[in-house]
């Protein structure tokens, strides 16, 4: 079976809703969730010295933004890409290569695919072609962690680090925060078989939530049953209030909150990995109608849409 027939009723990810994504206008499908069609669109790619230390090294990561999400974060930065009219182009295999080439000739690091859940299949063919053109960089899967093993199956030989999100292990406020009460077993399903594919070769994302500190307590508490000298944590303290957004926490995370966590990582022994210092602001948010969504400190770009 052709890779790209697993779009004609879509079921790549937990929502399984069934979809025909060969039958799209421009890359953009008239149901399903994400909303994207089988074509691969993107948004932005450049080297971008915000990731972890490690991942960014020198020649900062070459970070390539899929257009589309299959979550639905109620606080979400990349909102401009991630929800209607969900800005980006469908590009082709050569397209593609091109892109990863020239990524790899400015200097990067590595090749950071963002929230490309979705088009799983498209991604896959599409890093062989590069890979057999030349693309001899390591790959990153950065992802909210919503994915199946299934589907991640698929990326099996592709992927050196897998950059999964564990955003929360409650239900109730994965329902209420990122429109899928069902991500806590569907993310910690999927993280489980990204240790087992690539051990040592994961690094766990948790955003801190001012508010609700209880659910990262329940994630440090999993991380250090499930996940020690398997993966690294990385703790993040970025969480900015959206304007216009509503039943959100309204404020930064504070001092308190922040030594709290620290706390806890020394109570559970959890050492290996990062953790963001804490700083308000909102500078660093991007907006994706500017060739380069990011201040020019912390990316360079190398390819918009």
């Known amino acids: 079976m052709d890779m790209f027939d697993l779009y004609a009723h879509c079921r790549l990810c937990p929502r399984a809703c069934g979809t025909d994504r060969l039958v799209s206008n421009a890359g953009i499908a008239n149901g399903g969730f994400c909303g994207e069609g089988a074509p691969l669109r993107l948004a932005f790619a450049g080297l971008h010295r915000g990731e972890e230390p490690p991942l960014s090294g020198k020649g900062g990561s070459g970070?390539?933004?899929?257009?589309?999400?299959?979550?639905?974060?109620?606080?979400?930065?990349?909102?401009?890409?991630?929800?209607?009219?969900r800005l980006g182009?469908?590009?082709?295999?050569?397209?593609?290569?091109?892109?990863?080439l020239e990524?790899?000739?400015?200097?990067?690091?590595?090749?950071?695919?963002?929230?490309?859940?979705?088009?799983?299949?498209?991604?896959?063919?599409y890093l062989s072609t590069a890979k057999a053109a030349g693309l001899r960089?390591?790959?990153?899967?950065?992802?909210?962690?919503?994915?199946?093993p299934e589907?991640?199956?698929?990326?099996?030989?592709?992927?050196?680090?897998?950059?999964?999100?564990?955003?929360?292990?409650?239900?109730?406020?994965?329902?209420?925060?990122?429109n899928a009460p069902d991500y806590p077993?569907?993310?910690?399903?999927?993280?489980?078989?990204?240790?087992?594919?690539?051990?040592?070769?994961v690094i766990i994302r948790h955003l801190i939530l001012p508010g609700y500190l209880e659910s990262t307590r329940a994630v440090l508490r999993w991380f250090a049953d499930n996940a020690l000298g398997k993966a690294q944590l990385s703790l993040m303290t970025q969480y900015t209030p959206m304007g216009g957004v509503e039943h959100i926490?309204?404020?930064?995370?504070?001092?308190?909150?922040?030594?709290?966590?620290?706390?806890?990582?020394?109570?559970?022994?959890?050492?290996?990995g990062f953790c963001q210092e804490l700083a308000?602001?909102?500078?660093?948010?991007?907006?994706?109608?500017?060739?380069?969504?990011?201040?020019?400190?912390?990316s360079v770009a190398v390819w918009h849409f």
């Open 103 to 125: 990524l790899q000739n400015r200097g990067a690091e590595n090749i950071n695919i963002v929230t490309g859940s979705h088009a799983v299949p498209a991604i896959a063919h």
């Open 151 to 178: 589907t991640l199956e698929l990326l099996d030989g592709h992927i050196d680090t897998w950059l999964p999100d564990l955003k929360t292990l409650d239900s109730a406020l994965a329902a209420r925060f990122f």
């Open 63 to 85: 970070t390539v933004f899929v257009s589309g999400c299959n979550l639905g974060c109620a606080f979400c930065q990349n909102w401009q890409i991630s929800r209607p009219p």
């Open 137 to 148: 960089l390591p790959v990153l899967w950065n992802s909210s962690g919503y994915e199946s």
């Open 185 to 201: 077993t569907a993310a910690a399903q999927a993280i489980l078989w990204m240790m087992r594919n690539r051990p040592g070769g």
């Open 249 to 272: 926490p309204g404020r930064f995370l504070d001092g308190r909150e922040y030594e709290t966590v620290l706390g806890w990582l020394e109570e559970l022994g959890i050492e290996d």
């Open 89 to 100: 182009r469908a590009v082709s295999t050569d397209e593609f290569t091109a892109l990863c």
């Open 280 to 298: 308000a602001g909102s500078d660093w948010l991007p907006d994706f109608n500017r060739p380069n969504p990011f201040t020019s400190d912390l």
